[in-house]
């Protein structure tokens, strides 16, 4: 890591067995996996201080879809520069197209998940936010 601060990384995912692989994952590279089950927890983690390094985010929710999260969330300045990584079982190219439309910085699927998660993350905490994302 290039900074002296443990990176933080929301891990927004309802289901307690990909909370606990994605926290066993980043962990390993020596990362803070905060988990939020839920929009609701997301939404209490993103309104506290500091701000997490980046956000896991899960579309299929139980209380709000995550694409509406991420479009909430590209719609305020203060999360400008706060990369966001779609993890989802959804992998249609239509779904993809409008997460990365919205705003996520990339889109990863669950069956690859364990391959392309700690690459992606890597990079993005490494390089922040692409400059030509909305």
Same mark, same amino acid.
């Given at each position: 890591?290039?900074?002296?601060?443990?990176?933080?990384?929301?891990?927004?995912?309802?289901?307690?067995?990909?909370?606990?692989?994605?926290?066993?994952?980043?962990?390993?590279?020596?990362?803070?996996?905060?988990?939020?089950?839920?929009?609701?927890?997301?939404?209490?983690?993103?309104?506290?201080?500091?701000?997490?390094?980046?956000?896991?985010?899960?579309?299929?929710?139980?209380?709000?879809?995550?694409?509406?999260?991420?479009?909430?969330?590209?719609?305020?300045?203060?999360?400008?520069?706060?990369?966001?990584?779609?993890?989802?079982?959804?992998?249609?190219?239509?779904?993809?197209?409008?997460?990365?439309?919205?705003?996520?910085?990339?889109?990863?699927?669950?069956?690859?998940?364990?391959? #392309?998660?700690?690459?992606?993350?890597?990079?993005?905490?490494?390089?922040?936010?692409?400059? #030509?994302?909305?």
């Amino acid at each position: 890591m290039s900074s002296d601060t443990k990176k933080r990384i929301l891990v927004v995912d309802d289901e307690p067995a990909m909370q606990e692989i994605a926290q066993a994952l980043l962990e390993r590279m020596g990362w803070e996996a905060i988990p939020a089950l839920n929009v609701a927890t997301a939404v209490q983690v993103l309104r506290a201080k500091p701000l997490p390094d980046l956000v896991v985010l899960d579309l299929m929710l139980p209380d709000i879809d995550g694409l509406e999260l991420l479009r909430q969330m590209r719609e305020k300045p203060v999360f400008d520069n706060l990369p966001v990584v779609i993890l989802s079982a959804l992998a249609d190219p239509e779904r993809i197209r409008k997460g990365l439309d919205l705003g996520a910085d990339r889109y990863i699927t669950k069956p690859t998940m364990t391959h #392309n998660l700690i690459p992606t993350v890597s990079d993005l905490l490494r390089n922040g936010r692409p400059k #030509n994302r909305p």
